[in-house]
């Protein structure tokens, strides 16, 4: 629940950093609306400016329309102070709403007025804010240029109180980019002068800081020890919304530490404030670690009623982040007690609003996008009209020379301007009518998978030369698809196999910027397919002969250190080559990752096809990263599906559930001993006990022998 300590500290940063001078803890939100009909002026302006400031954590809303009526009489009256205090107002409400950009805009008004001003307090302030913002938009850079002006003015100010502000605002900053021993020094230092001032609601938060620092370097029990000073204080100073995140980040840490029942305990008592408080998200939140901690505790009832009624009020909400992790946790509940079929609607209502949410952040990617690339056109189109001005004064210089090289230049360059208007359109007219990307032109379309579609394509500098163009999806571009769209030409580069798919080149398109990759284009069709011809099943030679070649590619795979994680009929091409019908190439090397890298899916998202998916990596065990042997398990269900013409998931089920092997496998189908030992082997749940590749192609080929 690192959300909850990261809302805590930014709603009491800012709030520090804006109003702390300015807010009389002696004035409540009732007396100052109360009052606001018999002041006018300045004084009104104040009092509409400590509201917005009030209501930041309560009604932004609010907080925002006391800000703009505030901003509004500031302008009547010419109230620079004032409008200023105002343009920061709306930019921390919308920097708390998630308005980056908008929250930027009122900072920067309010900076200029500011600077032209002279007023370093409040520019001070201002600096520090800009800098919060940059910090959330994840320029960093940026941001602690901004903290370090707002430091400078504080400490030519002797402005204590700010200066401890700004260390806490660059702790976090180093906290954010995970240098945590510079994070504690800053830290430390905003303490220090806490304590010596007796400044109580910084004093709080920048023990939650630092207990977050320690909760990120998983020192729990120092984290513990400052999330409680920060919690005793916020009890002291009646902060109930403080309290109820503090209350739910001790029991994240007692979780963390296995102690069930203490964390249970706090996290109990955090729902009663989010519950009191009416935070229905942070409530929803809470809900799904209770149901969490109660599933370790084996109180599974308990759990189920906690989690239901947090998914209820995350629906409500339409908060899809919450419902997702509510999804995976009524998962995880049901797979321990054996509900299966619960378990699976489960996870597939998890994996939907998952796609679901990365759906909307790429849109909101691309829209951004959008709008650098609308900027950048404006300020090209700026730099040409500027260049078409200075050409036109070369023009009219030119003109004062005689008019007969006036005239033949004119002839000169008329007649290039035409014969590239001719070049243009005959190339317009060539591009328009077939499609391009790189040096291939795009024939027919053959596939597509998960993020990239495959075409028959020509090389226009060989005509006899045809491949596989592999292009990536416009619509799912991100860092990981980009990443794993690269990185599996790099892989397929690395190996060099006759039963492995070649790779030609890959590269950039210069005009519409698509990614590709050019493979080797293969005349056959996918085993899938000849196995649904052939009643699922092929004869004992013919699928010898198809796994060895497999198991062959697998062992320069795995000599690697590759692991290539989507073994199925779909991902294995049958061609015909040197009178061999069943000669095989490996596809799809999209998802493959190094046997020393880390994953790039998430905990508890799986990559590879369910069917053919190992135990390790779908089961509840998130410490088990896939390894070598995960394709061993994978290969076996597809030898498995090859031999018998059975379903793979129903082999799943038995392995799922410990159930015997022997006589499912050989049920219905006559195979040597040898054979049926051999795929018992390669679908043990446990990967240890699975054989290596190169054992698996030795017995195979001994096998081969005997049939023969």
């Known amino acids: 629940m690192n959300k909850y300590s990261l809302l805590v500290i930014i709603l009491s940063l800012i709030i520090i950093s804006m109003f702390s001078t300015i807010i009389s803890a002696n004035q409540s939100i009732l007396e100052i609306e109360k009052n606001l009909e018999n002041v006018n002026g300045k004084e009104k302006i104040d009092a509409l400016n400590r509201l917005a400031a009030m209501y930041f954590s309560k009604d932004i809303q609010k907080s925002i329309n006391y800000g703009e009526q505030a901003l509004k009489l500031s302008k009547q009256i010419n109230n620079i102070e004032g409008e200023s205090a105002s343009l920061i107002s709306l930019g921390v409400a919308n920097s708390i709403r998630g308005n980056h950009q908008k929250a930027l805009e009122f900072f920067f008004m309010a900076q200029k007025i500011l600077e032209e001003s002279g007023n370093d307090k409040f520019l001070a302030r201002c600096y520090g804010n800009i800098g919060i913002v940059y910090k ?48 504690l020094d800053f830290l430390f230092k905003a303490l ?41 204080i916020k009890n002291e100073l009646g902060d109930e919304g403080g309290m109820a995140y503090s209350l739910a980040n001790i029991g994240n840490m007692y979780f963390k530490l296995n102690n069930y029942n203490t964390a249970l305990d706090y996290y109990l008592k955090s729902l ?35 989690l239901m009624r947090g998914l209820q009020i995350a629906s409500e909400m339409q908060t899809k982040g919450i419902s997702m992790s509510i999804y995976y946790t009524l998962f995880t509940l049901n797979e321990i007690q054996s509900k299966y079929k619960k378990a699976l609607e489960y996870h597939v209502l998890f994996q939907k609003t998952d796609k679901e949410i990365f759906n909307e952040k ?114 799912i571009i991100d860092e990981a698809n980009l990443r794993r769209f690269v990185k599996e030409s790099e892989y397929i580069e690395k190996l060099s196999h006759p039963n492995i798919v070649k790779v030609y080149e890959r590269g950039v398109d210069s005009k519409s910027n698509a990614k590709y990759i050019a493979m080797e ?51 294995i091409m049958i061609i015909e080559q040197n009178g ?27 990559m590879g096809s369910e069917n053919y998916v190992a135990p390790e990596q779908i089961k509840e065990n998130k410490a088990m990263a896939p390894s070598l042997k995960s394709d061993i398990f994978s290969l076996g269900i597809l030898f498995y599906e090859l031999l018998t013409g059975k379903r793979p998931e129903d082999m799943n089920y038995r392995i799922m559930n410990d159930l015997a092997l022997d006589d499912f496998i050989s049920a219905d189908t006559v195979l040597p001993d040898s054979l049926v030992n051999l795929i018992k082997a390669m679908l043990q749940k446990d990967p240890q006990i699975r054989p290596e590749t190169a054992i698996v192609l030795r017995e195979l080929h001994d096998i081969s022998a005997v049939i023969k």
């Open 362 to 475: 790429s849109s909101k990617q691309i829209n951004e996008l959008q709008e650098k690339f609308s900027a950048e056109k404006r300020e090209k189109d700026i730099a040409l009209l500027k260049k078409n001005e200075e050409i036109q004064i070369l023009k009219i210089k030119k003109e004062r020379a005689t008019r007969n090289v006036f005239i033949i230049g004119l002839l000169f360059v008329f007649t290039i301007l035409m014969l590239l208007f001719y070049k243009y359109l005959y190339l317009f007219a060539f591009w328009k009518k077939h499609a391009y990307v790189g040096q291939y032109r795009l024939m027919k379309k053959i596939g597509s998978g998960g993020f990239g579609t495959v075409y028959k394509a020509h090389n226009i500098r060989d005509k006899t030369h045809t491949v596989a163009l592999k292009i990536l999806n416009e619509d």
């Open 192 to 232: 220090d002068l806490r304590k010596e001032q007796n400044d109580k609601s910084g004093l709080s938060a920048d023990l939650n800081n630092i207990g977050a620092v320690y909760q990120e370097k998983k020192d729990y029990p120092n984290a513990i020890v400052y999330h409680l000073q920060s919690l005793s």
């Open 580 to 606: 061999d019908c069943y000669f095989v190439k490996l596809l799809d090397f999209g998802i493959a990752i190094n046997n020393y890298e880390t994953r790039l899916t998430k905990t508890g998202n799986f």
């Open 136 to 183: 959330s938009m994840g320029s960093y850079e940026k941001s602690l240029e901004y903290h370090l002006k707002s430091l400078e003015i504080k400490e030519k100010m002797e402005d204590k109180k700010g200066v401890a502000f700004s260390y806490s605002n660059i702790g976090l900053l180093y906290l954010t980019l995970k240098e945590y021993e510079k994070s």
């Open 272 to 306: 009663k404030q989010f519950e009191k408080m009416g935070d229905k998200n942070a409530y929803a939140e809470a809900l799904n670690c209770t149901g969490e901690v109660l599933i370790k505790l084996k109180k599974y009832a308990d759990a189920e009623l906690y």
């Open 521 to 571: 284009f293969l005349e056959g069709r996918s085993l899938g397919d000849i196995m649904q011809e052939n009643g699922n099943k092929l004869s004992l030679p013919d699928s010898l002969h198809i796994i060895i070649q497999i198991t062959d590619a697998l062992v320069q795979i795995h000599g690697k250190g590759i692991i290539h994680r989507d073994i199925k009929p779909g991902n």
